[in-house]
């Protein structure tokens, strides 16, 4: 009986453990735009996000030095999410099109050579209320300039 319980005991601890360490899609890629750009230094900053509903857009520019460049590389070619540059075309329309704030400059102004991941946090469901909502993050690596901009859209 004694062995039943400490088996017991076991299986539930390395259930706990497991459960405490999975992190969903969204959660995995917040922190690793907090890792990129805690690695550079912010050259530009804007958040419109406020209002009863917190809609808005927050834009970040963040530079790099040579050797912080090729930290980035390899962690970027070694993410799945990332994909070289351009964008498609429908998906690149799709952020600019929520872009309102005209201090915070378009991704196609950005998008020249490198890196991107994109990442919908938009509702999944078929409600007509929803189907005009567009939340996403989208992270722009440019080669040429050393240059990461990250995109926080919430609508």
Known sequence: MKKFFCFLLSILLCLWLTGCTVSSPVSSFQALCHTLVDLGNVTRHIDTHGGFHGDGIEYTCVSYNEQT???IKTMLSNDARFSPL??????????????????????????????????DRSPKDDDLATSYVLNFTLIIYNDATNTLHVWRADS
């Open 69 to 71: 460049k090729r930290k």
């Open 86 to 119: 351009p964008m498609e075309n429908t998906l690149l329309e799709s952020c600019e099109s929520s872009i309102y704030e005209e201090t915070i400059p378009l991704p196609s102004s950005c998008a020249q050579s490198g890196q991107y991941a994109y990442l």
